[in-house]
């Protein structure tokens, strides 16, 4: 009795399947028969008409026997365009995540109070927001401070000087080289403005200001020293070499922070020494460096 009732079931089933599919079947011809109706030189396949086949690919297994008009794989591109133009309709319309963007008036307060307080780091200003209640981080104020317009002026006035006095000026600097042994050389220059000369060359394991001392007085005999001398902010370079620098009748001009634009004559020479030499020669020790500056 069970059995029957189970052969029963089956038959039913198989029979409402195969009327189903045969449902199907018509449908995807007439809808394929008003496609050839439109009035086209070729009949065109519109929106409409994809999304019904791409709903009937997922519906019905069958549908591959019943489409003339176009081939499986145009089917399956299509629901893939379907998918890509969701996703992307999702993202340019769901809620945008992370922190709020901070509105044009806050920006134009940054950048009135980076100008008149070039003194203020990120953390003094993010405080004198909070006290006027803006809900702001620290980091955003930096990001900010650092795309705050710059006044020109301070540029110029260097600028002006570099082309004034170039004549009176020598610049010094330090630049590292790298050994075969992995050993680290540093190699100290002073080098003029004036027809960009070489003044002095030497080498050292480790720098220090009484080294540096001892080149300048190398660099400059005999009273030649120049008027001004250009140097950045390194460790070496403190007060000791300042006073004597002083004592050769040099003015020292120091560079700011984070500006190797204002020795450019320098940093020029150091990456010419690296694209022209040490990107070619591997240094073996510091006599084969000081033999290779030489040269």
């Not at 499986?72 to 133009?85: A, M, Y």
């Not at 340019?92 to 509105?103: E, F, L, Y």
């Not at 004034?164 to 590292?176: K, L, P, V």
């Given at each position: 009795m069970l059995r029957s009732l189970r052969l029963l079931f089956v038959l039913l089933v198989r029979s409402a399947r195969s009327r189903r599919n045969l449902l199907l079947e018509n449908l995807a011809l007439r809808q394929q028969l008003g496609v050839l109706k439109q009035r086209h030189p070729q009949p065109r396949f519109a929106a409409p008409d994809k999304l019904f086949w791409v709903t009937l690919r997922w519906l019905w297994p069958g549908w591959k026997q019943a489409l003339i008009l176009v081939q499986?794989?145009?089917?399956?591109?299509?629901?893939?365009?379907?998918?890509?133009?969701y996703w992307t309709w999702l993202s340019?319309?769901?809620?945008?995540?992370?922190?709020?963007?901070?509105?044009?008036q806050l920006r134009q307060l940054i950048f009135r109070m980076v100008a008149e307080n070039p003194t203020w780091g990120a953390p003094r200003i993010h405080g004198e927001l909070k006290m006027l209640g803006f809900d702001i981080s620290e980091r955003t104020v930096l990001r900010w401070m650092r795309k705050a317009p710059r006044d020109p002026e301070p540029a110029k006035r260097w600028t002006t000087f570099l082309s004034?006095?170039?004549?009176?000026?020598?610049?010094?600097?330090?630049?590292?080289v790298p050994t075969l042994t992995f050993d680290v050389l540093y190699c100290f220059f002073v080098i003029a403005h004036d027809r960009r000369r070489i003044l002095h060359c030497n080498v050292t394991r480790h720098p220090s200001s009484a080294w540096v001392v001892q080149q300048l007085r190398e660099a400059f005999p005999n009273d030649s020293a120049p008027g001004y001398l250009i140097f950045d902010r390194g460790s070496q370079f403190n007060e000791e070499v300042v006073d004597t620098m002083k004592s050769f009748g040099i003015q020292p001009k120091r560079t700011s922070f984070r500006s190797p634009w204002q020795n450019g004559v320098a940093e020029r020479w150091v990456g010419n020494c690296r694209r022209d030499l040490f990107d070619h020669v591997i240094v073996l020790n510091e006599r084969h460096l000081k033999r290779l500056m030489s040269e």
């Open positions: 499986p794989e145009t089917v399956v591109r299509w629901h893939r365009d379907g998918f890509k133009w340019r319309h769901r809620n945008r995540a992370g922190r709020k963007c901070i509105n044009k004034n006095h170039r004549e009176a000026i020598a610049a010094m600097d330090f630049f590292t």
